[in-house]
């Protein structure tokens, strides 16, 4: 990664941070990009990096955020789609599926489906002939039943899916764009209902590593998962056809 630019969506805190980090160690050129200003700030200024304001849910906000990349620090070699949201703020009750608010739902949309489109629709035109890569943060709980917050599962399911669906429509190309899933990390937005019940929680810097490995080797349409206990693995799709599909081994 020495001397690649390095764009970050999402990267003031949590996952985003620890990727930062670890980009910055690599030697990459980091724009990090969120709407956590002053942590972004001082993040950037701690790793070398550059810091661009961008709401991930505004099109034109991640429109901005790219062609400044492109323009101060070059075009991107490597790029981490990270923003996400949860439902209900970490110490809140659980709030029952037909009582959410109509106005939570809609954000949990914006931010975590919207600004994996915003992203990849800026991006791929920028990085498609050169190649590099992207990986986007989904999650474990777009692939299982999440009964304390459907609408993020439901996000993070959509998710799995525009990517997966994205990266077979540029297959021709030199670009790889991949998927990690996290299991439970400990970071701001875990619902203390979590915690509480005593889940095994890994930190966001096992994730980065993750990440940046895929990163640099991920296959193009590659959804990887890293849960507690476990080393991290390759998910299998399925064809048109509805046949299982096995994943290659990492």
């Known amino acids: 990664m020495k001397g690649s630019v390095f764009f970050l969506l999402g990267g003031a805190a949590g996952i985003g941070e620890q990727v930062a980090r670890q980009a910055a160690v690599a030697g990459a050129k980091l724009a990090i990009c969120d709407i956590k200003e002053e942590a972004g700030t001082a993040l950037a200024h701690e790793v070398g990096g550059s810091f661009f304001y ?5 099109a034109e906000g991640v429109k901005d955020a790219v062609s400044r990349c492109a323009t101060e620090l070059g075009t991107p070699t490597y790029a981490h789609l990270n923003s996400g949201v949860m439902t209900v703020p970490s110490d809140a009750p659980f709030t029952p599926f037909e009582e959410a608010p109509v106005d939570a739902y809609r954000r949990v949309m914006s931010v975590n489906v919207d600004g994996v489109f915003h992203g990849l629709r800026y991006l791929i035109p920028l990085m498609r002939e050169d190649g590099g890569a ?19 599962a439901a996000s993070k399911a959509a998710v799995l899916q525009m990517v997966r669906s994205v990266a077979t429509a540029n297959a021709s190309t030199p670009l790889r764009i991949n998927a990690i899933c996290p299991g439970t990390v400990e970071t701001a937005m875990l619902s203390d209902l979590v915690r509480k019940a005593g ?39 399925f064809n048109n056809d509805m046949e299982y599909v096995a994943p290659r081994e990492i």
């Open 54 to 58: 961008c709401n991930a849910a505004n």
């Open 134 to 152: 992207i990986t986007v943060t989904a999650s474990r709980a777009g692939m299982v039943p999440t009964p304390f917050d459907p609408i993020y």
């Open 199 to 237: 889940v095994p929680l890994m930190p966001p810097s096992a994730i980065a590593e993750e990440v940046i490995e895929l990163l640099k080797n991920g296959a193009n349409g590659e959804v990887r998962a890293k849960i507690e206990g476990r080393d991290a693995f390759a998910i299998g799709t």
